[in-house]
Structure formats: structure tokens, C-alpha cells
């Protein structure tokens, strides 16, 4: 029943900057850990970054450490996703998710996804 919509995704250039937003509808937001996933064509879906429910445990994948921030306001129900330095290789469809049990890595444990948002990268 939880819709997630996710924003922010489009082109830019090496170097560049980019914040996503997922705004969730039709659940209590605040009882979800939430993610974001990422998958380029040809390849598996990655884990990129996640959030507890109140947004006091954060973790991300080691290729984004240090460029990317998760953070969330609960108020608004939304999760966002800043991606800072960008690469080449960050370019793919960024997926935002939620979990009713865990914050983890592990797409199996997440019971609702958004429909996804594409960015790419340019040299």
C-alpha cells in the first residue's frame, strides 16, 4: 500500500553534484528504514546507502563513502539521497525503498520500491 516517488535524477557532469528526494504516501513513514539502490545496465542491483526509522543509523555502500548522504525528515515524509563528486560509473537507475523490518543492504528485505529515477554521468 506504501507509494514511494522518487526525484532529482538527470545528466551532469563529472565532478557534479546531484540530491535526490523519495516521498513516501498511504503508510506511517516513520516505522520504515529506508534505502537506495542503484542499477546500470548489464548489472546487478547495488545497495548504495540506508537510514533507520528515526535516522540515527546511517550506512552506505564503500564505492560512495565520502560523496554520498543519506538523510531523512520525517515530518515530510521523505528520504533524500545527496550525491556529491559524481563519476562516470555512478550513472544508472537510483531506486528508493522501504523496510518494515531492518535497515540493511539485502534488496530481499525491502518491501516497497519506487519506480526509480535515472541519472548519467558524463566525463
Known amino acids: 500500500q506504501v507509494q514511494l516517488a522518487e526525484s532529482g535524477g538527470g545528466l551532469v557532469q563529472a565532478g557534479g553534484s546531484l540530491r535526490f528526494s523519495c516521498a513516501a504516501s498511504?503508510?506511517?513513514?516513520?516505522?520504515?528504514?529506508m534505502g537506495w539502490f542503484r542499477q546500470a545496465p548489464g548489472k546487478e542491483r547495488e545497495f548504495v546507502a540506508a537510514?533507520?526509522?528515526?535516522?540515527?543509523?546511517?550506512y552506505y555502500a564503500d564505492s560512495v563513502k565520502g560523496r554520498f548522504t543519506i538523510s531523512r525528515d520525517n515530518a515530510k515524509n521523505t528520504v533524500y539521497l545527496e550525491m556529491n563528486s559524481l563519476k562516470p560509473e555512478d550513472t544508472a537507475v537510483y531506486y528508493c525503498?522501504?523496510?518494515?523490518?531492518?535497515?540493511?543492504?539485502?534488496?530481499?528485505?525491502?518491501?516497497?520500491w519506487g519506480q526509480g529515477t535515472q541519472v548519467t554521468v558524463s566525463s
Open positions: 525503498a522501504a523496510s518494515r523490518l531492518v535497515v540493511t543492504a539485502d534488496s530481499d528485505k525491502y518491501n516497497y
Open positions: 537510514i533507520s526509522r528515526r535516522g540515527g543509523t546511517r
Open positions: 498511504g503508510g506511517t513513514f516513520s516505522t520504515y528504514g
